[in-house]
T-cell receptor, first 113, second 111 residues
């Protein structure tokens, strides 16, 4: 099993550009989530999903969209990138979410200039 | 990468000593708590978890203590090794399905 796979590993965007960070898991986990990690800020929850067709906002959802059309995939979309979105983004999954540990991908490092 | 650790509180421990990493959580309704370890350039990895109906749980070389009265969680690592050097995060979960992380502590092992 590959676990949680994030692509790309690195990305540089110009302000105003759009892009999608991809996340896929092969563990048949119901729960998936996106975090961003900034120096000294820990991991902050952007969006999460408790199952296919269901998404909800986390602590810092502004500027990001998500969808969950399949159990396996949970893409994160930046519609108009801003320098404040420069960060490391982590996708995670777990069998049930709130009562089981998260499995993390290795992250996408995004720079917005 | 390394920039993740900037501005984090740091705990320096002699190799072979025990380490205690503390965490204050915010939500008294949280009922599931998890400790993660993050090495440079990688995603966080699960270490140990505890539910609110317990106050102590032991794993291999690690123990988690939960004090619900003061909303405090700690991670004890026995006989700290160089491979334990990392950033450690606590996380809390409650009925709204959000899993919220603390800011993290860097553990530095002294030779």
């Amino acid at each position: 099993n590959a676990g949680v796979t994030q692509t790309p590993k690195f990305q540089v965007l110009k302000t105003g550009q759009s892009m999608t960070l991809q996340c896929a898991q092969d563990m048949n986990h119901e729960y998936m989530s996106w975090y961003r990690q900034d120096p000294g800020m820990g991991l902050r929850l952007i969006h999460y999903s408790v199952g296919a067709g269901i998404t909800d906002q986390g602590e810092v959802p502004n500027g990001y969209n998500v969808s969950r059309s399949t159990t396996e995939d949970f893409p994160l979309r930046l519609l108009s990138a801003a320098p404040s979105q420069t960060s490391v983004y982590f996708c995670a999954s777990s069998p049930t979410g709130r009562n089981s540990p998260l499995h993390f991908g290795n992250g996408t490092r995004l720079t917005v200039t | 990468g390394e920039s993740v650790g900037l501005h984090l509180p740091t705990l320096s421990v002699q190799e072979g000593d025990n380490s205690i990493i503390n965490c204050a959580y915010s939500n008294s309704a949280s009922d599931y708590f998890i400790w993660y370890k993050q090495e440079s350039g990688k995603g966080p990895q699960f270490i140990i978890d505890i539910r609110s109906n317990m106050d102590k749980r032991q794993g291999q070389r690690v123990t988690v203590l939960l004090n619900k009265t003061v909303k405090h969680l700690s991670l004890q690592i026995a006989a700290t090794q160089p491979g334990d050097s990392a950033v450690y995060f606590c996380a809390e979960s409650n009925r709204d399905d959000k899993i919220i992380f603390g800011k993290g502590t860097r553990l530095h092992i002294l030779p």
